[in-house]
Nanobody, 120 residues
Framework: QVQLVESGGGSVQAGGSLRLSCAAS????????MGWFRQEEGKERNAVAV??????YYSDSVQDRFTISQDSAKRLVYLQMDSLKPEDTGMYYC???????????????WGQGTQVAVSS
């Protein structure tokens, strides 16, 4: 099994930046995809950024504002969030999967989540 631990959430004003980190441990040899899902209050979780075999994918809502990166040797994945908007508020979950993890059906492991709050 893979364990994921996130850090870096918090509160920020609109236009500010935050950086999320996620450390993977356990049976990580089979992991090919890691990324971040966001869950807004009362809504389902959706992917905002994933990196799959070295290629990054972003949702339209965060394209050009968020950057995902990975240190494969240490199984660390980061999400640099710039130009934050109030609508970016939510719980952010680190995910890992053996194949495509853009859909929740491809996610094999979830982190506990870290809260991001953006005020206007």
């Amino acid at each position: 099994q893979v364990q994921l631990v996130e850090s870096g959430g918090g509160s920020v004003q609109a236009g500010g930046s935050l950086r999320l980190s996620c450390a993977a441990s356990g049976n990580t040899d089979s992991v090919r995809c890691m990324g971040w899902f966001r869950q807004e209050e009362g809504k389902e979780r959706n992917a905002v950024a994933v990196i799959n075999s070295g290629t990054a994918y972003y949702s339209d809502s965060v394209q050009d504002r968020f950057t995902i990166s990975q240190d494969s040797a240490k199984r660390l994945v980061y999400l640099q969030m710039d130009s934050l908007k109030p609508e970016d508020t939510g719980m952010y979950y680190c995910v890992a999967g053996r194949s495509d993890c853009w859909s929740s059906t491809g996610v094999d492991a979830w982190g506990q989540g870290t809260q991001v709050a953006v005020s206007s």
